[in-house]
């Protein structure tokens, strides 16, 4: 069964830093793109962040590019999300998620991971 | 950038009911839309991609139709397990996005 539990979400005063993780197992993590979502409380979905399988490509709207950084460690099964100078407005449920498409620069997710929440708060 | 706009943003039915959930695209992105379902607490979980195409275990009373900008998702007979918020995307890694949801209640 493919799985994907993520961690690191938390408290965090506004201008912090936060790294989520992301692992992975019942599939070959480095077969596949790997993507970041997040959730603010009672609103929708929102893109963050997409990574190819190998990790040599990075896809990010304009909204959050500079900010956060999508990474992962294939050896490990692993994805990251590395957020810096956090506002209020990026408290959120962080998903994780699978790319489970088979054709280039289409991504459609599944499965996702169950989220971690990060709270951005002084 | 492309916007998804569905409708209705909320909707209240019965069991048994036919229910309906437009996505319209503020420009052309031809058979690339899929639609999740997200129940309260838990993860999306995708259901159609390429507008029509079930994912794997997805019942077939969900179908989805349309092209260019506009979108529907159909679920033919309303079950209590289908009560649950429902989104589209557009899969396009240089534009993807989001629609605002759908949330469908019991009456």
């Known amino acids: 069964e493919e799985q994907l539990l993520e961690s690191g979400g938390g408290l965090v005063q506004p201008g912090g830093s936060l790294r989520l993780s992301c692992a992975a197992s019942?599939?070959?993590?480095?077969?596949?793109?790997m993507s970041w979502v997040r959730q603010a409380p009672g609103k929708g979905l929102e893109w963050i962040s997409t990574i190819s399988s190998s990790g040599g490509s990075t896809y990010y709207p304009d909204s959050m590019k500079g900010r956060f950084t999508i990474s992962r460690d294939n050896s490990r099964n692993t994805l990251y999300l590395q957020m810096n100078s956090l506002r209020a407005e990026d408290t959120a449920l962080y998903y994780c998620a699978k790319d489970q498409s088979w054709i280039q620069n289409l991504n459609w997710f599944d499965p996702w991971g169950q989220g971690t929440l990060v709270t951005v708060s002084s | 950038d492309i916007q998804l706009t569905q409708s209705p943003s909320f909707l209240s039915a019965s069991v048994g009911d036919r229910v309906t959930i437009t996505c319209r695209a503020s420009q052309g992105i031809s058979s690339y839309l899929a639609w999740y379902q997200q129940k309260p607490g838990k993860a999306p979980k995708l259901l159609i991609y390429?507008?029509?195409t079930l994912q794997s275990g997805v019942p077939s009373r969900f179908s989805g139709s349309g092209s260019g900008t506009e979108f529907t998702l159909t679920i033919s007979s309303l079950q209590p397990e289908d009560f649950a918020t429902y989104y589209c995307q557009h899969p396009d890694i240089y534009q993807l996005t989001f629609g605002g949801g759908t949330k469908v209640e019991i009456k």
């Open positions: 019942g599939f070959t993590f480095s077969s596949y793109a």
């Open positions: 390429f507008v029509s």
